[in-house]
């Protein structure tokens, strides 16, 4: 499953956010058309195997990317006993916000189109930071939990792609009852055949890693 890449073009970056600081990975391919901001699931990190997975994916079609944590060093120990901060969507989406401002700011990003690919309950924060952000041009939702975006919905215009596994019967059931709310105009649901929640199964993440190429090449180049 392993997609080789250049590592050179990997930069550890540091992003500020309010009084703490983020911790990220930024990938800037030659000729890049555009940057994919990765917001990881619950109880994850930016070194998530999938997301990783995905991401290099996109650098080889043309994409830069960005995986970064939501949470800080002592929050991520806090949030194992707790598990209270995975779950807390205003507060993730005010992270994904400040780390879109800096990717507006950054020099070497500032002229890019973003995207988000959001899973688990990222996905939800993906949806609710694009309310408003003309220049977040497309959402992707692996697994995700849009249903926990609320009242934001209504309000998403990004064109947005939902990638659920066929044997994930409650994530279907959940993004299925919350698909004709999504206020955006150009907006699909993919299932993965025979692929469970974490797309552990042959050819499954490839396979979201193929749609979500093709979705960000359409709306984000």
Same mark, same amino acid.
């Given at each position: 499953?392993?997609?080789?890449?250049?590592?050179?073009?990997?930069?550890?970056?540091?992003?500020?956010?309010?009084?703490?600081?983020?911790?990220?990975?930024?990938?800037?391919?030659?000729?890049?058309?555009?940057?994919?901001?990765?917001?990881?699931?619950?109880?994850?990190?930016?070194?998530?195997? &999938?997301?990783?997975?995905?991401?290099?994916? %996109?650098? !080889?079609?043309?994409?830069? *990317? /960005? $995986?970064?944590?939501?949470?800080?060093?002592?929050?991520?120990?806090?949030?194992?006993?707790?598990?209270?901060?995975?779950?807390?969507?205003?507060?993730?989406?005010?992270?994904?916000?400040?780390?879109?401002?800096?990717?507006?700011?950054?020099?070497?990003?500032?002229?890019?189109?973003?995207?988000?690919?959001?899973?688990?309950?990222?996905?939800?924060?993906?949806?609710?930071?694009?309310?408003?952000?003309?220049?977040?041009?497309?959402?992707?939702?692996?697994?995700? &939990?849009?249903?926990?975006?609320?009242?934001? %919905?209504? !309000?998403?215009?990004?064109? *947005? /792609? $939902?990638?659920?596994?066929?044997?994930?019967?409650?994530?279907?059931?959940?993004?299925?009852?919350?698909?004709?709310?999504?206020?955006?105009?150009?907006?699909?649901?993919?299932?993965?055949?025979?692929?469970?929640?974490?797309?552990?199964?042959?050819?499954?993440?490839?396979?979201?890693?193929?749609?979500?190429?093709?979705?960000?090449?359409?709306?984000?180049?």
């Amino acid at each position: 499953m392993a997609i080789e890449r250049n590592i050179e073009h990997e930069v550890k970056i540091t992003i500020p956010s309010q009084d703490i600081v983020l911790d990220g990975n930024l990938y800037v391919p030659e000729n890049a058309k555009g940057i994919v901001a990765f917001v990881h699931g619950s109880g994850s990190s930016r070194f998530s195997p &999938r997301n990783r997975f995905v991401a290099q994916y %996109l650098n !080889k079609g043309g994409f830069a *990317t /960005l $995986l970064f944590d939501l949470l800080t060093r002592s929050e991520e120990a806090r949030d194992l006993i707790t598990a209270d901060l995975r779950f807390d969507i205003d507060l993730l989406s005010e992270r994904l916000s400040g780390t879109t401002e800096w990717l507006f700011n950054n020099p070497d990003t500032r002229e890019f189109q973003i995207g988000y690919f959001g899973a688990s309950t990222g996905a939800a924060a993906a949806l609710v930071s694009s309310v408003g952000r003309k220049n977040v041009k497309a959402v992707v939702s692996r697994g995700g &939990r849009p249903d926990m975006a609320g009242e934001a %919905l209504a !309000k998403i215009s990004a064109p *947005t /792609l $939902l990638i659920v596994g066929g044997e994930d019967d409650i994530v279907i059931e959940l993004n299925n009852r919350v698909y004709d709310i999504l206020g955006a105009q150009a907006k699909r649901m993919d299932i993965v055949p025979g692929a469970t929640h974490l797309f552990e199964e042959p050819g499954a993440l490839e396979k979201v890693a193929e749609l979500a190429l093709n979705w960000f090449s359409k709306y984000l180049s």
